[in-house]
């Protein structure tokens, strides 16, 4: 029953960390870039308004 728990890759240890820290970092990208998107559509719109 212990065996539902278990991942189902079985390799090194840190194999699941750095999938983690891959999914994060993707997830993190595409929040990034969407963010520049809303900043490059609202900009202009508003003008250039730097320095």
């Known amino acids: ?11 090194k240890p840190g194999d ?6 891959k999914a994060a970092l993707k997830a993190n990208m595409a929040r990034r870039k969407a ?11 508003a003008g250039n308004d730097e320095g």
Do not use: I, V
């Open 1 to 11: 029953m212990a065996d539902r728990n278990t991942p189902k890759k079985h390799g």
């Open 16 to 21: 699941a960390r750095e999938e983690r820290l």
């Open 35 to 45: 963010q520049a998107k809303a900043r490059a559509t609202s900009g202009d719109k």
